[in-house]
């Protein structure tokens, strides 16, 4: 074989067997009969996602409004900032007046204690009544001496 020459064939001498040969015709039914159902199922994902694509687009340009509608909300937002320091001022009296309360509370506490510890057993005292009864300046007959 000398090397100039060339063992392939152009397409322009096959090209009129194209449509003459069985043998390839059956070859390019069988080969888009195994790629056909790949086709098919690759068209309707690519087809199912367009649709979740544009679903997904709705979804976001719903949330872009809700976020439009919060960014306006805090740009109108009253200025807070005094009455957040209005209320710490108060928290802080409040503190204050439960210390005062609590001292004071402890420091009452003491004090029956105190009392209570230093209070010495008394037994009660009878009165024995007078054998007449006395009468006031008012007219009225009392029984104990103290009253008159």
């Known amino acids: 074989m000398d090397d100039t020459e060339s063992t392939t064939t152009s397409a322009d001498e096959n090209t009129g067997n194209l449509c003459d040969n ?24 690519v087809r199912a996602t367009r649709i979740s694509q544009l679903e ?6 719903s949330l872009n409004e809700e976020l ?7 740009n109108n937002h009253p200025d807070l900032d ?14 204050v007046v439960l210390n005062v309360l609590q001292a004071s509370q402890d420091r009452l506490n003491e004090i029956r ?4 510890k230093d209070k010495p057993v008394h037994t009660p005292v009878q009165f024995q009544p ?14 104990h001496p103290s009253i008159n």
């Open 68 to 74: 439009a509608k919060v960014r306006e909300a805090l």
């Open 56 to 61: 997904l687009k709705q979804q976001i340009d």
């Open 82 to 95: 005094p009455y957040v320091k209005k209320l710490i001022a108060c928290k802080h009296k409040v503190t």
């Open 113 to 116: 204690r105190m009392i209570n």
């Open 130 to 143: 007078s054998t007449e009864p006395e009468q006031s300046t008012s007219g009225i007959v009392s029984d």
């Open 22 to 45: 069985p043998t390839r015709d059956t070859l390019a039914e069988g080969l888009l009969g195994l790629l056909k159902p790949t086709v098919d199922q690759l068209d309707d994902r």
